[in-house]
C-alpha cells in the first residue's frame, strides 16, 4: 500500500503537469465549455489503457531499443501535434448558440484525445519506466499492474475535469471574434511547439 501512495502521487504530479492532452482538455472547454471536453478526456484515458498494453508488449521493448522506432514514432507525434496546431490556429471564432455552447462532435474530439496520446511515444516510455518500479512480478502482477493502470486513467479523467471546469471561466471571452482568436491561437501555438519540441527530443 505504501508503494501505491507512492506511485499515486507521481501519477496526479504527472498528469497534473502541463502538455498536449492538457493543452486539448483547456482549449476544448473554452470553445465548447466542459461537457464538450468530455469526448476529448475519454479518448485521452482510453488510449493510456492502449499505451499502457503497448509498453507491456514486444512493441513497447522494440521502442525502447530501437532508434529507428523510435524515430519514425516520435516523428508521427510531432506531426501530428503540429497539425493540430495549424488547424487550430486558421480556425475561425467558435459560434456559441443561445444557451453557450458551441457544438463539436464528441466522436471527433475522443479520436482527437486517443491520436494524441496513442501517437506520443514518451507516454509509453513513462509505462515502461514507471510502472515496472511499482509491481511485485513474484505475485499476480497482472492484476497490479491493471490496477496501476486505471488509476493512472481514472486520474486522467478526473484532473483533466478539472482542469475543464477551470476553463469554462474563460468562455465569456468567446463572446468576441477578437477573444476567440485569441483562443485559437494561443493553443495552436502551444501544440506546435510541443511538436517542434517532441520532433528534436531524444529518447
Known amino acids: 500500500m505504501e508503494s501505491y501512495l507512492l506511485f499515486l502521487l507521481i ?3 504527472t498528469v497534473l503537469s502541463p502538455g498536449p492532452g492538457v493543452i486539448l482538455t483547456l482549449t476544448n472547454a473554452i470553445r ?3 461537457s464538450g471536453a468530455i469526448g476529448g478526456i475519454l479518448g485521452i484515458a482510453f488510449g493510456t489503457f492502449i499505451v499502457a498494453g503497448v509498453s507491456a508488449t514486444s ?3 522494440l521502442l525502447a531499443t530501437s532508434t529507428v ?3 519514425i514514432m516520435k516523428f508521427i507525434g510531432a506531426a501530428y501535434l503540429i ?3 495549424i488547424k487550430l490556429w486558421k480556425s475561425p471564432a467558435a459560434k456559441i448558440d443561445p444557451k453557450g455552447v458551441a457544438i463539436k462532435s ?3 474530439q475522443f479520436s482527437e484525445g486517443l491520436t494524441l496520446q496513442l501517437t506520443n511515444p514518451k507516454a509509453v516510455f513513462f509505462f515502461m519506466s514507471i510502472f515496472p518500479q511499482f509491481v511485485d512480478f513474484s505475485s499476480n502482477h497482472v492484476g497490479q499492474f491493471v490496477l496501476l493502470v486505471v488509476t493512472y486513467s481514472s486520474l ?3 484532473i483533466h475535469l478539472f482542469y475543464a471546469h477551470l476553463a469554462k471561466s474563460a468562455r465569456s471571452w468567446l463572446s468576441s471574434d477578437k477573444g476567440g482568436r485569441m483562443v485559437n491561437r494561443l493553443g495552436g501555438g502551444t501544440f506546435m511547439c510541443f511538436g517542434v519540441g517532441l520532433a528534436s527530443a531524444g529518447k
Open 11 to 13: 501519477a496526479i504530479a
Open 32 to 34: 465548447y465549455g466542459m
Open 59 to 61: 512493441l513497447g521493448i
Open 69 to 71: 522506432a523510435f524515430s
Open 83 to 85: 497539425y493540430l496546431g
Open 106 to 108: 464528441r466522436k471527433r
Open 156 to 158: 486522467v479523467v478526473l
